[in-house]
């Protein structure tokens, strides 16, 4: 086995070292019941290059050289080269996470560097070194405000990320944590602050609103915000396309905002890995879940970075910590660090000026379903044919159009969600109009 | 001669910020290829933001260098040995990188028809057989993203078997020698926890257990090997005691790199467990994740895996998402398929005799080490080691050295520490896990600054007090950073 670096000799030395017969006697303390009698069933180890073959036929089966204008959630963005440069680069690729700190600096200033740039995007006073994704995130982030107001109800609105309100509900479901759902306006494709009103009272902890939301639209965060607040209740934002920061007011109203960063260079990868952040006031850090980096001095008085603020997590305080997570997306994150670097203040908001522009060409030839204003996400509704006659003629032109949304939403019955990014070409959204007419 | 280090080429790094001034750039955007739209008149006035304020403003040169210096300051598998217990820091084979970045593969949208994506669903199906073989379970989820994560998995799938039958039951059981993680994910799961405490050998109290296992027990959390590197003797006997009264068994598999192809949880009594592919199946671990925390189930606890599930229709692979009694979604989409990838490449590359390979060689490690470091530190516990041996500082203690000295000092001899003061039954642990990926002459040297380290304490003391000495950043005042939080850069 070509991983296993030692000769039969050395295993003979190392064994008469330690006085065994065999690699077996070993584990001759293992009870005879519970010791395999037969070889696994896995067939024989196969070289480099069986691997690469078995893993191309694999990839030749899922779609290849498509045109997409799939969003709702993972976005198809240009991945700066030099993304791909830092984060092969084994010292962070190969390193353990930065308890130790004094050979982990690297790791530990990319982290602090990454929790910066994230409260200046989303203008938030403190933000973590990473959540499993956006999913998880926006769960973790209602029980934050659970324990930071005292009470357990949680509104979520239903233009939030189906997905996420799934999560949402199996993390909730044990916790005393009721969930309930408002609904949106259905012209506008915006949340209904009317039906907020009358459903929340003053035992909710939290209201959770998504901005783009899932149908493309820029969310009525400010009203959400002022419902909320009159009844004593935190506003969660949650954002699942990070560009959209390039170009959108941050949400000053938000108390926590817990979103998605898969934009941010990391590739779609059939849906993970991912990264997601929580960013909150100062007020609220020592009820966030996750790692955090903090600045500090080592004993030279030189400037130093450390994990910090330990006492939320697990490994100190067991069942009483602010969350189980423990193992984090740290690679992720780093890649999304890289690619803010180098975007930076004026490309970030050029590439989501691109986008915006991008998706409103296509939207101008379709017929919106919603009439809300939207970044780079619309919902449309095929007349006349049914969206899978639709999609399939797309198919045939190696474009894969929008989402059907009627598994997610049964009201909206053949309606598509549709991206335009950067990466989406003029002819390519041409055809799709053509389809859609 | 003891190989030490020696300082390198360091290169004194600013933060990105500081290397800000503005109208630097490091990007170029294609030209618009449509009509350019004015974000406020789109998105209305009240709704655009201002600049970023602070946001950096670089050129390509600066970011390359910035990072490449950044990466200098770390330590990683690639350099050296991580003897870090509980963790299995082993090699993370190269091949593994190159298929995850295949492009039909890493820019696979999860909503692509399910036409368009039979090969990733194909991959994903091999990997769930592939670990329900190692482990001897029914049924495998690959949604959790990391270990914890699959943890509060199995805690809710244990929760929703035991309400279907008409009381989830309050409390689960929790080994005194448990990973943190263990607590919190039964707290997550709505439980009580309940510590029990072990006995002389380091292993469960089979007589204890029986004693407090009553119909208000949900499952008892084990990891076996347990955190002492321990095989837990009687855990058929601990199955027994546990289903007789209703509850469940539940593993924590970090620690199966000391189990492939020698012994399988479903065969012991086992009824659910997640694996760390970050650990036990090389995927990288990129200064802190991704992992990914797959479970297995025996069939009782199938009906409520996450949703989706993978189902073959034909010769063609579909979701299903209408579970009845599934538990639910645990994170968007199907998991960290990236990190699938990488460990099915591992699994591929080794096959059956291959991964029971890598348990004979790990499980050789870790006793060479304990033989040659044996007479230097306490061994607290006698019974024999798996794949990690724990020692204590008992006898560094009495000189005034501590574990977490003692760790810091090993820096200097070029290695990663050991994990430090875990696990919690053994007071200034020492824990130490080679993994079965390295040389004997990187165990040998390893050994060799161990021994030199425990002379140190006897001779000079306060040179390992106040280690490391070596490097570019001296020890790091975590106290400080503690009591006056800075957890941003601001502009001076």
Not at chain 1, 56 to 73: D, H, I, K, P, V
Not at chain 1, 381 to 407: C, E, S, W, Y
Not at chain 2, 291 to 314: C, I, N
Not at chain 2, 316 to 333: E, N, P, V
Request: net charge neutral.
């Amino acid at each position: 086995m070509r991983y296993l670096p030692k000769s039969d000799s050395e295993r003979r030395q190392m064994l008469d070292a330690i006085g065994a017969g065999s690699l077996e006697e070993l584990f001759a303390h293992l009870p005879e019941a519970v010791r395999l009698q037969r070889p696994l069933d896995l067939p024989l180890g196969i070289s480099e290059y069986e691997i690469v073959r078995y893993f191309r036929e694999r990839a030749a089966q899922n779609a290849s050289g498509y045109a997409s204008f799939l969003g709702a959630g993972v976005y198809y963005h240009f991945r700066p080269v030099l993304v791909e440069n830092v984060v092969a680069r084994g010292e962070f690729l190969t390193s353990y996470t930065p308890y130790q700190a004094e050979i982990s600096q690297g790791t530990l200033t990319t982290i602090f560097e990454f929790q910066t740039m994230i409260c200046q995007l989303t203008g938030t006073d403190v933000a973590n070194a990473s959540m499993y994704d956006g999913s998880t995130a926006m769960a973790e982030a209602a029980m934050m405000a659970v324990r930071a107001t005292g009470k357990g109800r949680v509104l979520v609105a239903r233009s939030v990320h189906p997905e996420y309100r799934e999560v949402l509900r199996t993390y909730a479901a044990n916790q005393g944590m009721p969930v309930e759902e408002f609904g949106y306006l259905p012209e506008m494709g915006t949340l209904d602050a009317e039906d907020l009103e009358r459903k929340i009272d003053d035992l909710t902890a939290a209201v959770i609103v998504q901005s783009p939301n899932f149908f493309g639209a820029v969310d009525r965060v400010r009203e959400a915000a002022e419902v909320a607040h009159r009844r004593g209740a935190l506003l969660i934002l949650v954002f699942t396309e990070a560009v959209s920061l390039g170009l959108l007011q941050p949400p000053a109203e938000a108390d926590i905002v817990a979103g998605e960063l898969q934009s941010f260079a990391i590739p779609p990868s059939y849906g993970g890995p991912f990264v997601g952040i929580i960013a909150t006031r100062d007020r609220f850090v020592r009820q966030m879940p996750g790692r955090l980096v903090g600045q500090t001095v080592d004993t030279r008085g030189n400037r130093a970075f450390c994990l910090t603020l330990a006492t939320r997590e697990q490994h100190i305080r067991r069942e009483k910590a602010t969350s189980n997570i423990c193992t984090n997306q740290a690679l992720l994150a780093l890649m999304a660090s890289v690619f803010m670097t180098v975007y930076g203040k004026e490309g970030l908001r050029e590439l989501a000026a691109q986008n915006l522009s991008k998706a409103h060409y296509l939207a101008s030839k379709l017929k919106p379903r919603f009439c809300g204003k939207f970044f780079n996400e619309f919902v449309a509704q095929v007349q006349g044919k049914t969206l899978d006659q639709m999609n399939k003629a797309l198919l045939k032109k190696k474009i894969i159009g929008g989402l059907p949304l009627q598994r997610f939403y049964p009201e909206l019955e053949n309606c598509v969600l549709l991206c335009a990014t950067e990466m989406s070409r003029r002819a390519d959204m041409d055809a799709v109009a053509e389809a859609f007419a | 001669m003891i190989d030490r280090v020696r300082p390198h080429l360091v290169i004194n790094e600013r933060l990105i910020f500081e290397h800000s001034s503005p109208g630097k750039v490091a990007y170029q955007l294609p030209v618009l290829d449509v009509p350019a739209v004015d974000p406020a008149e789109a998105l209305g006035t009240e709704s655009v933001r201002a600049e970023i304020e602070d946001f950096p403003e670089v050129s390509e040169v600066e970011v390359v260098r910035h990072y490449a210096r950044l990466s200098t300051w770390n330590y990683s598998l690639n350099t050296g040995m991580y003897p870090l217990g509980s963790c299995t820091m082993k090699y993370n084979p190269r091949v593994n990188e190159l298929v995850a970045r295949i492009e039909e593969l890493a820019w696979a949208h999860p909503y692509q028809p399910e036409a368009l994506a039979q090969g990733s669903m194909e991959i994903m199906s091999r990997l769930e057989t592939a670990l329900a073989e190692i482990t001897g379970m029914d049924a495998v989820t690959l949604e959790p993203a990391a270990g914890a994560h699959g943890e509060l998995t199995a805690i809710l799938l244990i929760r929703a078997a035991l309400a279907r039958r008409g009381n989830p039951r309050k409390k689960i059981l929790i080994p005194d020698s448990a990973h943190g993680t263990n607590p919190a994910s039964a707290a997550i799961g709505g439980y009580a926890v309940e510590n029990i405490k072990s006995n002389d050998a380091g292993m469960l109290d089979v007589a204890a257990l029986e004693q407090i296992v009553n119909e208000d027990v949900a499952a008892l959390m084990v990891t076996n090997p347990n955190t002492l590197g321990v095989f837990e003797e009687h855990i058929i006997r601990v199955a027994e005691i546990l289903h007789a009264k209703g509850a469940f068994l539940y593993m924590d598999g970090a620690n199966m790199n000391a189990l492939m192809g020698i012994a399988r949880p479903g065969d012991f009594g086992v009824d659910a467990l997640h694996l760390n592919l970050h650990k036990t199946f090389s995927t990288p671990h990129g200064g802190g994740g991704p992992g990914a925390g797959p479970v297995a189930v025996k069939k009782t606890l199938e009906p409520f895996l996450p949703v989706p599930r993978l189902k073959q229709s034909g010769k063609k692979w579909a979701y299903d998402y209408k579970r009845k009694h599934s538990i639910g979604r645990l994170r968007a989409f199907y998991g960290n398929f990236g990190v699938m990838v990488r460990a099915l490449a591992y699994i591929l590359a080794h096959g059956g005799p291959g991964l029971r390979k890598v348990t004979l060689d790990a499980v050789l490690n870790a006793n060479y080490i304990r033989k040659h470091l044996e007479p230097f530190y306490e061994l607290p516990y006698q019974s024999p080691s798996m794949h990690e041996v724990v020692f204590s500082d008992h006898r560094q203690a009495q000189k005034g050295v501590h574990t977490g000295e003692i760790a810091k000092r090993l820096i200097d001899y070029g290695f990663h520490p050991y994990t430090v003061s875990f696990p919690l039954i053994v007071h200034g642990a020492l824990m130490i896990e080679p993994t079965e990926t390295e040389t004997k002459r990187e165990l040998d040297r390893f050994i060799q600054a161990m021994t030199a380290i425990a002379e140190e304490v006897d001779r000079d003391p306060q040179l390992v007090k106040t280690a490391p000495h070596a490097t570019g950043t001296s020890r790091v005042d975590e106290v400080a950073a503690a009591r006056k939080p800075v957890l941003r850069w601001k502009p001076a």
